[in-house]
C-alpha cells in the first residue's frame, strides 16, 4: 500500500502518520509547559492569563499555522505569530496594570507557538531541547532570585571578569602557531587560561550554594571531563587560601583522576579496539585503586566537617594563577617538540612521558590510531601506560609546589597508591 503524502518538505515527504506524530509531540510540549505554569500559578498564588489548555492550543495554533504557511503562503504563519503577540502583549498590558510585571507567562505563549511551527517543520529533537530549557528556567524562578540575592559585588564583579577574558578577549587571539618548533597557539592557550579560571570560578559558586563536599566533588568531577591536571592545578592553589578544606581538594583531585583513566579506556575503545584486550586489566586496576583512594578521602573528611560559612572560600575568581598555568602549558608544549624533534620515533616511550606532562587525552588518542600500524601494538599500549604514570607524576609535582601542607600529604598518600598500582598494570601487561 503507497503511503498518503500529506506535503513535501524539502527532499522528504510527510505522510499523515508522521504528521499525527508531530502534532501529538507539539501538544505534549505545550502540555508540559502549561503544566508548570499551573503548578507555578497554585504555588505562588498569582493569577496567569494562560494555563494547561492554553498552552496546548498555542503550541497546536503554531503547528497548524506552519503546515498551512507550508501549503499555501507564509504569510498565514506571521500573521498567526503576530495575532499572538498581540494577545500576549494586551494581557501583560492588563496584568501590569494591576501590579504584576511577571512576563515568564507571556514569553513562555511566544515560545510555545514558535515551538509548534518548529515540531511542524521536522526540528523535533530542537524543540524538545528548547523545551527542556525552557521548562527549567521557568521552574527556577525562586532558586535563582535566591542564588542572585546572595551574591556580593566582588562575587558579581569576579563574573563579569570572567565573561569579559571569556567573550571578549579570547576570541581576538590569533589563532595561528608562533616560536620554535611553531608549537605555540595564542587561541590555544587563551583555552587553557579560561578554563583554570573557570573550574575555580565555577567551584567556588558550587561550594557557596551546595557546601563544600559536594561542590568540590562536583567540581572535581565536571573539571575531569576536561583535564584532570587543570583540576590538580586549580584546586592545590586553593588549598593554599582555605588550607581548612584540603581533604575536600584532595578528594577532587583523586576523583578527577578516576575519570581521567575512564577518559583513556574511551579514547582507546573509540580509536583502536584490537589494544583493549591486553590493556583492559591494567586500566582497571588504576581505575578502582583511583576510585577507592577518592572513596577512602571521602569517607574521612566527615569527620572534621565544618559549616560553610565559616569557611573563608578565597578568591572567586583567581586569574594570575591561570596566567601562570598557560605560561607553564607553553613551557611543555617546547619541551615535548624537542623531545620529539631529538629523538624521533626511537624515543616513542620517552617522547609520550614527556607529552603526557600536560594531560593524557592527546597521547591516548594520537597512539591509539598508530598502534598495530607504525607503531608495534605492545609498545602502544606500554606508551599509554606510561604517560598515565608520568602524568601521575606531574600532579604530585604540581601539588607539592603549590599546595598546601595537608594536601601534600593527603596527595603523596593517594598518587602514590595509585602510581603503584600503574606500575602493577604495567608489569601485568608485559608479563
Do not use: H
Request: charged share 10%; aromatic share 14%.
Amino acid at each position: 500500500m503507497d503511503a498518503n503524502f500529506i506535503i513535501p518538505l524539502e527532499n522528504s515527504q510527510l505522510t499523515e502518520f508522521d504528521f499525527v506524530i508531530r502534532m501529538l509531540v507539539t501538544a505534549g510540549i505545550g502540555f508540559v509547559l502549561g503544566l508548570e505554569r499551573e503548578y507555578s500559578q497554585y504555588s505562588e498564588k498569582v493569577e496567569i492569563f494562560a494555563g494547561l489548555r492554553t498552552f496546548m492550543l498555542v503550541a497546536l495554533l503554531g503547528f497548524l499555522t506552519a503546515f498551512l504557511g507550508k501549503t499555501f503562503t507564509n504569510w498565514i504563519f506571521i500573521v498567526g505569530f503576530l495575532s499572538v503577540v498581540c494577545i500576549v502583549a494586551i494581557s501583560y498590558w492588563v496584568t501590569s496594570n494591576k501590579g504584576n510585571i511577571d512576563g515568564t507567562t507571556e514569553f513562555a505563549i511566544i515560545f510555545t507557538f514558535l515551538l509548534g511551527g518548529l515540531v511542524f517543520v521536522g526540528s523535533i529533537n530542537l524543540s524538545l531541547a528548547i523545551t527542556v530549557i525552557t521548562v527549567v528556567l521557568m521552574s527556577l524562578k525562586i532558586t535563582l532570585r535566591t542564588m542572585i540575592g546572595q551574591l556580593t559585588q566582588k562575587e558579581l564583579f569576579a563574573f563579569v571578569r570572567f565573561v569579559v577574558i571569556a567573550l571578549l578577549f579570547l576570541p581576538f587571539l590569533p589563532n595561528e602557531y608562533y616560536g620554535p618548533y611553531e608549537v605555540i597557539n595564542p587561541r590555544e592557550v587563551g583555552w587553557i587560561i579560561v578554563m583554570v579560571s573557570g573550574i575555580g570560578f565555577v567551584g567556588y559558586i558550587l561550594m557557596k550554594f551546595l557546601g563544600t563536599d559536594r561542590g568540590i566533588l562536583l567540581t572535581s568531577i565536571l573539571g575531569g571531563l576536561v583535564s584532570s591536571t587543570l583540576v590538580t592545578f586549580t584546586f592545590s592553589k586553593k588549598s593554599k587560601e582555605t588550607p581548612e578544606l584540603s581533604q575536600n581538594y584532595a578528594v577532587g583531585i583523586f576523583a578527577a583522576a578516576t575519570i581521567m583513566i575512564a577518559r583513556v579506556f574511551l579514547w582507546v575503545f573509540i580509536f583502536n579496539k584490537s589494544m583493549l584486550f591486553a590493556l583492559t586489566l591494567p586500566l582497571l586496576i588504576i581505575f578502582f585503586t583511583a576510585f577507592g583512594v577518592a572513596l577512602f578521602f571521602y569517607n574521612k573528611q566527615f569527620e572534621k566537617q565544618q559549616a560553610v560559612d565559616k569557611i573563608m572560600l578565597g578568591d572567586p575568581l583567581n586569574v594570575k594563577n591561570a596566567i601562570f598555568f598557560g605560561i607553564f602549558y607553553m613551557g611543555i608544549l617546547l619541551l615535548v617538540s624537542y623531545a620529539n624533534d631529538t629523538y624521533g620515533a626511537k624515543g616513542i616511550y620517552f617522547s609520550t612521558s614527556i607529552s603526557a606532562l600536560t594531560d593524557v587525552d592527546a597521547i591516548a588518542i594520537s597512539v591509539s590510531k598508530l598502534g598495530g600500524t607504525a607503531i608495534n601494538l605492545l609498545i602502544a599500549q606500554n606508551a599509554i601506560l606510561l604517560a598515565t604514570l608520568s602524568n601521575t607524576v606531574v600532579k604530585i609535582g604540581i601539588t607539592l609546589f603549590t599546595g598546601s601542607r595537608k594536601l601534600k600529604k593527603y596527595v603523596l598518600i593517594g598518587y602514590g597508591c595509585i602510581f603503584i598500582a600503574g606500575i602493577i598494570g604495567f608489569l601485568v601487561l608485559n608479563s
